[in-house]
C-alpha cells in the first residue's frame, strides 16, 4: 500500500522528542526523590528535640563553609532544586497538553483496563503537590508564620511544634504526604523505566519494589513528625 | 444468545458521528466477534441499510487488521485479536459498546475503520534494516546468541494492530515502537542503524500526533500479542544511547 509522507518539523534529533522530554522528568525527579529523602531524614531530629532540631537547621547553612559563605551551600541547593522544578514541570506540562491533544474524541465506554489509581493521579496529584509546596514554603521558610499558639522566639523547632499542634495543619499535610506518596510509587517506577533500568522482567520487579519502599518511607517519616506533636508525645520541652 | 450492541457510526472522515443501538437474537456463542457483526450487517443490507464498516483481513489473529474498542477493551475482554474473540466471552442479554481506536493519530475513515498508515510512516522512518539485495548470506555465519534470538522474537510478534495505541490513555504508540526497536535491536544485523533508527522513528511518531508515555501499563495489558513493557524500556535506553552518541 502506497502511503503519503508527512513533511518534517524541524530536523531530526534525539532533543526533540518527547523522549528526551521524558527523561528530563525522570532526571529532576530524582533530584527530588533524593532530596525528600534528606528532608525526610532532617524533619526526625524533632523527636531528639527542639535543640537537635535547630543545630541541624543551623549546620545546613555552615554546611561546606568556610569554602562557600554562611547558607551558601543552602541557596547553591535552593537554585538547583528550582531549575529542577522549572524542568519537571515544564516537561509535564508539555507532555500532558500533547496527550490531551493525541485524543480529542473520547472513547464512549470508560476503559475497564487495569490502571493503577497512583498512575491516574500523577498529573493532578502533581498540581496538588505544586499547590502544597508553596503553602509549606510560605509557611516554614519565606514567612515563616506562626498559625498555632506556642511560642516561637525564632526557633524552627518551635515553629514546627506550635504549628503540628493545630489539627487543620496536620490535616493538610497528611493528604500532602498521601498525595506525595503516591506521585513517588508510580514516579520512581516511571522514572527507572524512562532511564532504561527495568530492562528485564526481574529488573521491573525490582524497580516497582523499590518504588513502593521508597514512596512508604518518603510519606510515612515524613507524617511522624507531626502526628506525634498533634498527639502530644513531643512537645519540645 | 440475545445482545444490544451500541455502535459508532459515521458515515465519512469528516462527517460527524454518534451512537446507534442495534439488537441482535439469536446469536451463537460459537461465533467469533465478527461473524456476529457479519449477521448483523446481513440484517441491515435486507433492510436496505448501510452495513457496518470494519477491518478485518486474515480473521486468525495474525494480521493486525481488525481491531474494535469493545465495551472500553481493545479487543475486548480476552487477550486476543477481535476476529479471535468468540461471543461466549459475554453473557446472554449484554450491552456491548463497540467504538473505533480513537486517537488524533489514527483518524476515522469511516464507522469502526480508523486510518492507521501513521505507522506505517513511524516503520518508514526507521523500522528496517539495510541489506544488499542478491545472493543470501550463510544464516550460520552471524552468531545469534540464544536469549537474545528469543527476545528479537517476542518482540517480532507485534502484527501493528494499533491495540496499545488504543488502550493507551495518552494515545501513544511506545509499545509498537518499543517492539520495532527490540525486534531490531536484538540482532547484529540490527546494529548499524540503532541511533538512527530509535530517533528518526519517536521523531515520527511524536510529528504524527500520538502522545508520550507515563508508565501506565494499559498497552501491555491490551496487546493480543503479549508484549511486554520491557521494549519500551529499551526504546528510552536505546534513545539515550543515541543521545550520548551525539544524534
Given at each position: 500500500m502506497a502511503t503519503n509522507t508527512l513533511p518534517k518539523a524541524g530536523p531530526v534529533t534525539a532533543r526533540r522528542t518527547t523522549v528526551f522530554m521524558k527523561l528530563l522528568m525522570a532526571l529532576s525527579g530524582a533530584l527530588f526523590v533524593f532530596y525528600v529523602l534528606v528532608h525526610m531524614y532532617g524533619n526526625l531530629k524533632i523527636f531528639g528535640g527542639i535543640e537537635p532540631f535547630d543545630e541541624y537547621a543551623l549546620h545546613l547553612r555552615t554546611l561546606l563553609t568556610p569554602i562557600l559563605p554562611f547558607g551558601g551551600f543552602l541557596w547553591l541547593f535552593r537554585a538547583l532544586l528550582v531549575i529542577a522544578l522549572v524542568a519537571h514541570a515544564w516537561s509535564a506540562f508539555y507532555l500532558w497538553s500533547r496527550a490531551k491533544g493525541a485524543r480529542t474524541t473520547r472513547y464512549v465506554a470508560k476503559e475497564a483496563a487495569r490502571v493503577t489509581l497512583r498512575s491516574k493521579t500523577m498529573r493532578w496529584g502533581g498540581v496538588a503537590l505544586l499547590a502544597f509546596l508553596v503553602w509549606h514554603l510560605l509557611q516554614?521558610?519565606?514567612?515563616?508564620?506562626?498559625?498555632?499558639s506556642g511560642a516561637v522566639n525564632g526557633s524552627e523547632g518551635r515553629l514546627v511544634i506550635s504549628s503540628f499542634q493545630v489539627w487543620w495543619v496536620v490535616l493538610i499535610y497528611f493528604i500532602a504526604m498521601v498525595a506525595l506518596g503516591m506521585h513517588l510509587w508510580h514516579g520512581v517506577w516511571s522514572a527507572s523505566q524512562t532511564l532504561g533500568w527495568a530492562v528485564s522482567p526481574r529488573a521491573r520487579a525490582r524497580a516497582q519494589a523499590t518504588a513502593t519502599v521508597v514512596a512508604l518511607v518518603v510519606s510515612v517519616g515524613f507524617m511522624l513528625p507531626p502526628l506525634a506533636i498533634l498527639f502530644g508525645i513531643v512537645k519540645g520541652n | 444468545m440475545n445482545l444490544t450492541l451500541k455502535i459508532w457510526r459515521q458515515t465519512g472522515p469528516s462527517a460527524k458521528g454518534a451512537m446507534h443501538t442495534y439488537p441482535v437474537t439469536?446469536?451463537?456463542?460459537?461465533?467469533s466477534f465478527l461473524e456476529m457483526l457479519d449477521v448483523l450487517n446481513e440484517q441491515l443490507n435486507a433492510r436496505g441499510d448501510e452495513p457496518i464498516a470494519f477491518d478485518s483481513d486474515c480473521r486468525e489473529g495474525i494480521c493486525g487488521a481488525c481491531g474494535l474498542m469493545i465495551s472500553g477493551r481493545a479487543h475486548g475482554?480476552?487477550?486476543?485479536t477481535t476476529c479471535q474473540?468468540?461471543?461466549?466471552s459475554f453473557s446472554d442479554g449484554e450491552e456491548i459498546t463497540i467504538e473505533p481506536w480513537r486517537a488524533d493519530a489514527f483518524?476515522?475513515?469511516?464507522?469502526l475503520v480508523v486510518d492507521r498508515s501513521s505507522f506505517d510512516r513511524i516503520i518508514q522512518a526507521g523500522g528496517f534494516i539495510s541489506a544488499n539485495t542478491g545472493a543470501a548470506p550463510e544464516a550460520h555465519s552471524v552468531p545469534v546468541p540464544k536469549p537474545a534470538a528469543d527476545r528479537s522474537f517476542m518482540a517480532a510478534a507485534?502484527?501493528?494492530?494499533?491495540a496499545c495505541v488504543a488502550a493507551c490513555p495518552n494515545a501513544s504508540a511506545m509499545l509498537f515502537m518499543g517492539a520495532k526497536i527490540t525486534h531490531l535491536g536484538e540482532l547484529p544485523q540490527g546494529q548499524p542503524e540503532r541511533d538512527a533508527r530509535v530517533v528518526s522513528m519517536v521523531s515520527t511518531h511524536d510529528h504524527e500526533g500520538f502522545g508520550g508515555c507515563t508508565n501506565v501499563g494499559a498497552c501491555s495489558d491490551a496487546c493480543p500479542k503479549e508484549i511486554p513493557l520491557d521494549v519500551i524500556n529499551q526504546l528510552n535506553k536505546d534513545l539515550r544511547h543515541a543521545l550520548t552518541h551525539g544524534h
Open positions: 516554614f521558610s519565606i514567612l515563616k508564620f506562626n498559625v498555632g | 439469536d446469536i451463537s456463542e460459537d461465533m475482554p480476552e487477550v486476543t474473540l468468540h461471543m461466549r483518524p476515522v475513515i469511516k464507522d507485534c502484527i501493528g494492530c494499533g
